[in-house]
């Protein structure tokens, strides 16, 4: 089972920031280059995760975006929950039960199923990403010396 679109490109644009982010802001032009995206579509994903807590906006001509908290205290679950509560908002019923059986075996089968994604998800942190790629020698664009800067 993989992710949806819209969780994947979350993840991966907070795990840009956290991994190319430096003492300057990373600027959605370059998460756009690196992620081949269109910038207008990545800043509505990255708004959302401003207004979550999990990124903050800097102004200006240098800005961009930072982590709002270091990287170890942001789990996979929480950019997944940002993203499927609004989801939730928007009405999307994608996974209802269509059926009697579907509502009595189904749905509860994919909650259980549910629950323990989750739970390694909660376990699993940007930091942790970040680690894989460092291990997997991915290039940075910024020096590692730095971890999180408010």
Avoid: N
């Avoid at 998460?31 to 509505?44: K, S, V």
């Avoid at 903050?56 to 679950?77: Q, T």
């Avoid at 259980?112 to 991915?138: F, K, N, S, Y």
């Amino acid at each position: 089972m993989k992710p949806s679109k819209k969780v994947a490109l979350a993840l991966e644009a907070v795990c840009d920031i956290a991994y190319h982010g430096g003492a300057e802001p990373v600027q959605s032009q370059d998460i756009a280059r690196r992620l081949d995206l269109p910038r207008r579509y990545l800043e509505q994903v990255m708004q959302q995760m401003v207004r979550a807590g999990i990124l903050r906006g800097v102004r200006g001509p240098k800005g961009g975006y930072r982590l709002a908290r270091e990287r170890r205290r942001i789990s996979i679950a929480d950019v997944v929950a940002v993203v499927r509560s609004l989801d939730t908002q928007s009405g999307d019923d994608e996974g209802k039960a269509r059926s009697a059986l579907g509502e009595a075996v189904m749905q509860p089968f994919w909650g259980e199923i549910e629950a323990v994604v989750m739970e390694r998800l909660q376990a699993t942190t940007i930091e942790d990403l970040c680690h894989r790629g460092e291990r997997l020698d991915v290039p940075s664009e910024a020096p590692r010396d730095v971890e999180f800067v408010i």
